[in-house]
């Protein structure tokens, strides 16, 4: 009888211990799915959001192609900011692959430049060249809120439920493909970040017939190039060349590095690194303290040909110059905090995609390149291989003045044909460097 009062005991407790666990189960599982509605909700809204702004981007940009160049077109210039930027703000809150959908991103970050730049134009009352750029962003918005349109259409009044990577999904799970890198028209050949700062194709010459290393000698490459501490090893992964991704700290700050699973290039780098010292460098001692950064990297050789003060952070682009020749196509990209002069981030896949000996030799002259720009004062005139689309091309670079406004004209060093043309735009942005 004993025993039978036990059993039924203990059988009592696990009926009541199963129900307690059902009931709790019931109620985390009433507050997940509750939060994921508010999550869903979050989405939705910034969806809807990121389609009204392309649309109304659309209009501005449109409104632009017709639009006088003067004071009276401020307002549109700059509804067409504000949309741009409102746009990237509801974009970034969507749980997106930003890794295979950077053209979007590239875009609307491309008019928020153009349209300041445009705006500063006007109070100058110099804008040649930006009814072209408004044609051309146009082009693109109108391209952009075409594939949105047929997004929503493919919704069809359904409620979005969830996102998932770059895959929007309904309530009935029909699928809707933000395919927004897809987009092909041409962006306005305007200098914004440097001449060549955003080139095509990445093959990886620098790393051919380098040594594969391991996840502990990167690691080490980190401690002993970079300074890092409290190293984390994320993986591998290819961004645009194999390599191995770390976080960890410098001087206990968070930093991020990746190097090049073939050779150890430090090909990115980037440090949470403000100090407040109260005390700024010259841009002069900066460029110095950049360069002997990157020359421990094993970036040798390098010379700087863009260079963009923004707030007390230095920007600039190092190109290796080799017999007398500029390498436009192995950029290096160095950001630095004139306050304290730390430098803040590097950006090298241009280098370790392109870098590699050539052997070219020019048959015209540095006169006869000259010859054949129709320029009003020419400042500069030097040997450079610039990118071309998938390939690359050996050419004087001509530098100067025509009417006022800043070109760069490339002539082919062997041909003698005008190879691209490029128009210095809000200079207060960035410099040439001599």
Known sequence: MKSKNIIGAITSGLALTLVLLAITFGMVMGELNAKKRELDNVYESEFYSFCDNVNNLETDLGKLTVARANADSIGIINDARAHAQSAIDSYSLLPLDFSSEQ???????????????????????????????????????????????????????????????????????????????????????????????????????????????????????????????????????????????????????????????????????????????????????????????LESLGYTNMQAVW?????????????????????????????????????????????????????YKAKISKEQAERNVKLDEIVLSRLAVIPTGRTERFCYEVYGFYNGEQYYIYIDAVTGEQVDVLKVVGTDQGEAIM
């Not at 997004?151 to 069809?156: A, D, E, M, R, S």
């Not at 895959?167 to 914004?192: M, W």
């Not at 007390?312 to 110059?321: L, T, V």
Request: glycine share 8%.
């Open 103 to 293: 053209s979007c991103l590239k875009f609307l970050n491309q008019v928020c430049d153009w349209s300041g730049s445009y705006a500063k134009a006007i109070a100058k009352n110099s804008t040649d060249g930006f009814d072209g750029g408004a044609e051309k962003l146009y082009k693109c918005a109108k391209e952009l809120n075409s594939q949105l349109k047929e997004i929503v259409n493919k919704v069809n009044g359904n409620k979005i439920a969830r996102l998932e990577g770059t895959e929007l999904l309904a309530k009935n799970s029909v699928d809707l493909n933000l395919s927004v890198k897809s987009i092909n028209v041409e962006y306005p050949t305007l200098i914004y970040d440097g001449p060549f700062s955003d080139r095509e194709e990445f093959v990886a010459k620098a790393l051919e017939n380098k040594r594969a290393i391991s996840e502990e000698e990167a690691i080490d490459i980190a401690k002993k190039q970079l300074d890092m501490s409290e190293i984390e090893m994320l993986g591998k992964s290819d961004r645009k060349v194999a390599v191995y991704e770390l976080s960890g700290k410098v001087a206990g700050r968070e930093a991020y590095a990746c190097i090049t699973q073939k050779g150890g290039y430090v090909s990115m780098f980037l440090c949470n690194c403000d100090e407040h010292t109260g005390e700024f460098l010259a841009e002069k001692s900066m460029e110095k303290l950049m360069k002997a950064k």
């Open 307 to 359: 260079r963009n003060n923004n707030e007390g952070h230095i920007y600039i682009n190092f190109a290796p110059k080799a017999d007398g020749i500029i390498y436009y196509t192995d950029l290096v990209k160095v950001r630095a905090s004139q306050e304290g002069g730390v430098v803040e981030g590097i950006e090298a896949s241009g280098y370790v995609s392109s870098y590699t000996k050539r052997n």
